[in-house]
Each structure stands twice: as structure tokens, then as C-alpha cells.
């Protein structure tokens, strides 16, 4: 079915006032309802996701280990490798 949204916009501006709080709650309602739905559907893809899974994985053990970087220590790593990797 497909909506005319000028004729939706004109309906709403004749809603009287006392009706407007619901309307606007029900809209509320079915964009959360939208929301979840997506983000039900993007956990579903992510929990499938063998590569992410080992990633998060490794970086429990890395924090258990206590294998963390700061961030200027991680880019200082970075810059090392890079600057290594140029002269290879």
C-alpha cells in the first residue's frame, strides 16, 4: 500500500489537540519497533561472523593478559612498523 505523505502531513495537522500526544506516542512506538527489529537483525548477523568472533575473542585474552596499548603507545607501534616496514 503506498502512502501519500502530503495527505498523511494534512491529516496530522487537523488532529485535534488533545489527540496530538497520542499520535505522537504511537509514531514513537513503531520507530522503536523498526529499531529493534534492525538491530535483532544486525546481532544476527554478527554472531555469525566467525572472524569477529575470533577478534573478540583475542582481545579478552589480550586484556586478560594485560596485553593493552595506550593510545600513543599503540601509535607509536603503528609508526615504528611503518617506518620499519618502508626500509624492507
Known amino acids: 500500500m503506498i502512502v501519500n505523505r502530503d495527505e498523511l502531513k494534512s491529516m496530522i495537522d487537523i488532529v485535534p489537540e488533545q489527540d496530538a500526544l497520542e499520535l505522537y506516542n504511537f509514531l514513537d512506538y513503531l520507530n522503536t519497533k523498526r529499531e529493534k527489529r534492525q538491530l535483532s537483525s544486525d546481532e544476527d548477523l554478527l554472531s555469525e561472523d566467525k572472524s569477529l568472533i575470533h577478534q573478540i575473542i583475542k582481545s579478552r585474552e589480550d586484556r586478560l593478559e594485560g596485553r593493552l596499548y595506550t ?13 620499519i616496514g618502508k626500509d624492507e
Open 71 to 83: 593510545q600513543e603507545s599503540g601509535l607509536s607501534y603503528l609508526r615504528q612498523k611503518l617506518f
